[in-house]
């Protein structure tokens, strides 16, 4: 069913929260919400389709599952007009359109938001660019790759006078990395070069530094709760997501006994988790010692975090195919991106002023 025309949109504050978690609106900044009144929002539910129309047309996925023969689009996902036909999967969906072929979009005074829609396009293909792996992903043998040059010079880097001190120190380099989903069939030296990484590549970066600092250290794997990993993402997206997901981090042996060590989550992640988990507060600063282990995860679980099992490598879990694609990771980091200040690292790089007119477009 092709549903035309759309109805109007309304500033209903709910529609724009959604269109706000959405990577388009990330890049657009301040611009954001004057955009959204411009286009229009289409409701539809399990069953109904939606053609995307021709290159002026753009749609945000608000709500819902979007597919085609070759692939879906979950919340926060934005498509140019290509004619694609896209089927409703969940019970409902709905979709922000702007056609930019409009007469109301092509009045008087409306440069600057023409300016930041397309230099928001821009930075948002950017940063999806970078989020692709490679067509051929490393083998999982190789994922820990301890003798990398890079790797042996950070690693020397960071090391102390003392194992405890030498594992905080790597400790806290990789728990300053930004948290984002993404894809985790990546070598740690891969990782170290991103600069960012989820739990799978941040914890295996960690454990290949420490090891490459002539520390032991392995990986554990513990339930955690999409309660409260779901607070990391766009709420659209957790009616998608299982109610306990596997949570991996490194560990490192001090004392003659493991301590978990998670790095996952640097400061500004863990300030998300603080809105809703206020307990969590004295868990900041990060820090690692000698009978001091850190596994927030751990303790919001009542376990101990010195009774866990250490595995030697995750190479059979971090070469999984995941069910989601970069576009579908670039929506899922929104929230953490605006914490972190992640979409800064790509709307200057074509255009040194972008982010000054991303943010001042009122």
Not at 233 to 242: E, F, N, Q, T, V
């Amino acid at each position: 069913m092709h549903l035309q025309p759309l109805q109007q949109a309304r500033p209903a504050s709910r529609e724009l929260a959604l269109f706000d978690d959405s990577v388009f609106a990330l890049y657009l900044g301040q611009a954001a919400a004057r955009i959204f009144t411009h286009g229009s929002i289409c409701h539809l539910t399990s069953g109904e389709s939606l053609t995307l129309g021709g290159p002026q047309r753009l749609t945000v996925v608000l709500e819902g599952v979007l597919i085609t023969d070759s692939g879906w689009q979950g919340p926060g996902c934005h498509m140019i007009g290509d004619g694609t036909c896209y089927r409703v999967k969940s019970d409902t969906a709905s979709v922000w359109v702007l056609d930019r072929g409009a007469v109301g979009w092509q009045g008087p005074g409306l440069q600057a938001l023409h300016f930041a829609l397309e230099m928001a396009l821009a930075a948002a293909g950017r940063a999806l660019e970078a989020a692709i792996p490679p067509d051929d992903l490393p083998d999982p043998e190789t994922l820990s790759d301890v003798n990398h040059p890079q790797i042996l010079r950070t690693a020397a880097r960071l090391r102390r006078t003392s194992e405890a001190a030498t594992a905080d120190a790597v400790f806290r380099f990789v728990q300053a990395m930004p948290y984002r989903f993404g894809n985790w069939q990546e070598r740690a030296s891969d990782t170290l070069a991103r600069g960012n990484g989820m739990c799978t590549t941040k914890a295996n970066l960690q454990v290949t530094l420490m090891r490459a600092a002539g520390l032991e250290a392995g990986f554990v794997e513990m339930p955690m709760s999409m309660a409260v990993l779901g607070k990391l993402m766009p709420s659209a997206w957790l009616a998608m997501m299982r109610p306990t997901v596997r949570h991996y981090f490194g560990a490192v042996k001090l004392g003659g006994r493991w301590h978990a060590a998670d790095s996952s989550y640097n400061d500004d992640s863990m300030g998300i988790y603080l809105e809703s988990f206020p307990d969590y507060a004295h868990l900041l600063p990060a820090r690692l010692f000698d009978g001091q282990p850190y596994s927030p995860t751990a303790e919001k679980n009542g376990m101990d975090p010195f009774d866990i099992h250490v595995v030697p490598h995750l190479n059979a879990e971090m070469s999984k195919k995941s069910r989601f694609t970069p576009a579908h990771f670039e929506a899922l980091n929104t929230r953490l991106d605006r914490a972190q200040g992640s979409w800064r690292n790509w709307v200057a790089e074509d255009h040194p002023d972008l982010g000054a007119n991303l943010r001042s477009v009122s």
